[in-house]
């Protein structure tokens, strides 16, 4: 797994989960999109960050991480890893 590469964890059923990828996509940025229901290891990276509890959608990139970013909080991670101009 690569730490240098935007990874978004959530579900298919979670509206937030949709809005963030549908945004990302919007916009061009690549990410591997993880369903931490179907991908017991990209669940247990997320209960990895959170003290053993699942939380999504997170959004990850190296080792930081976001849970449930808003739109303006999401872009200016982006920014900070130059992801966005």
């Known amino acids: 797994m690569s730490n240098d590469k935007l990874h978004?964890?959530?579900a298919d059923w979670c509206l937030k989960s949709?809005?963030?990828r549908n945004y990302l996509q919007?916009?061009?940025v690549e990410f591997?999109?993880?369903n931490v229901e179907e991908d017991s290891e990209a669940a247990e990276r997320v209960k990895a960050l959170y003290d053993g509890t699942l939380k999504f959608p997170t959004i990850t990139f190296g080792s930081e991480h976001l849970k449930n970013?808003?739109?303006g909080e999401l872009d200016a991670f982006l920014k900070k890893h130059?992801?966005?101009d």
């Open 32 to 34: 591997d999109d993880f």
């Open 8 to 10: 978004l964890y959530g």
């Open 26 to 28: 919007s916009i061009w």
């Open 82 to 84: 130059n992801l966005l």
């Open 18 to 20: 949709a809005n963030l």
């Open 69 to 71: 970013p808003k739109i």
